[in-house]
């Protein structure tokens, strides 16, 4: 019965206990945040659909905005588009390299980050991407977990300290917001699996066969087990920085865009009315990252900017534990390895991505 009310409730757009439904935009869900002049964000996955949103309604809240950035072209672009709707006298954007899916791109992003010296208030996690086909990082991690988890993982991990600084040093509360989707509740271990990380080392080994769909499920899922491990964290370290994660809801972004065909198109043809816009799909985000309500709110899963359940697997305290142990020993493992072999003799300091070669500050 629940299930049924909450599905009449999206489909009418009728507001939930927060005020807010499902057809609630980005800009509403930050009216009450009033002038986030004070609030330095980071914004990954900022150069389309829904990352492009929150970042532009971000900025007209009055934040200054960190766009890191694999496609360096493309987040110029976004960078100008931003500019120009603020007008004379917008605020500073920065555009710095990133590629997820390398945990050493990770690094070099942090570095280039804290040497500016920029104080960091608010974290979102939004990038994510989906692999039709079967493809291995060069840390060794499938690309499509290492990408949308474990790369957000690491960035995290290394920018706490300094989002734990700024919220001493400001007063200001600091929010970390991972963006999941419902699509995690599609994932369950095989028979006889261990879990999550079972399933995720066959398919790197090519143990089993890949199917994209279910590696996308599993990556999401991590997304709501890490925010809830760091959570805790945040909590046993006593840091004024809270951490949530939301679904923001089925909207027709570049990452199912890019899934165009005619099966595709016909179900989104047919689910049009199903489907939120970008600024709705951005609401959610928006809400967790800004609103006063949310404010001392951790460990939580949002959808239409309320609180929501998510799936039993999600919600397990073991799995999170076990899923932080692995992705502390995996990122480690790759200090001890940069560290231990000369540059010119590791693959991955060699081999850098054109999205390490520059950076843009407007």
Known sequence: ?????????????????????????????????????????????????????????????????????????????????????????????????????????????????????????????????????FAVSEDGVEMTFATNYLGHFLLTELLLPTMADTARASGVQGRVVNVSSTVHAWFAADAGDDGPLAYLSRVTRKATPYDPTRAYALSKLANVLHTTALAGRLREMGADVTANCVHPGIVRTRLIRDRAGLVTNTVFFLASKLLKTVPQAAATTCYAAVHPAVAGVSGRYFADCNEAAPSRLACSAGEAARLWSFSEAITAEKVKEESALPVTSFRFQVQSSNADRGMAIA
Not at 15 to 29: I, L, Q, V
Request: net charge positive; proline share 5%.
């Open 1 to 133: 019965m629940s299930a049924m009310l909450s599905s009449l409730r999206y489909l009418a757009g009728s507001a939930g206990p927060s005020g807010y439904g499902s057809r609630t935009t980005a800009e509403e869900a930050t009216l009450p945040a009033g002038d986030l002049g004070h609030i330095t964000a980071i914004v990954t996955g900022a150069t389309s659909g829904i990352g492009a949103e929150t970042a532009r309604v971000l900025a007209r809240r009055g934040a200054r905005l960190v766009l890191p950035a694999r496609n360096l072209k493309a987040a110029e672009e976004t960078r100008a588009r931003i500019l120009a709707d603020l007008g004379p006298g917008g605020h500073r954007v920065v555009v710095l390299p990133l590629d997820l899916s390398s945990l050493g791109s990770v690094r070099r992003f942090v570095a280039r980050f804290v040497a500016l010296r920029l104080p960091l208030n608010l974290l979102i996690n939004n990038a994510g991407q989906y692999a039709e086909r």
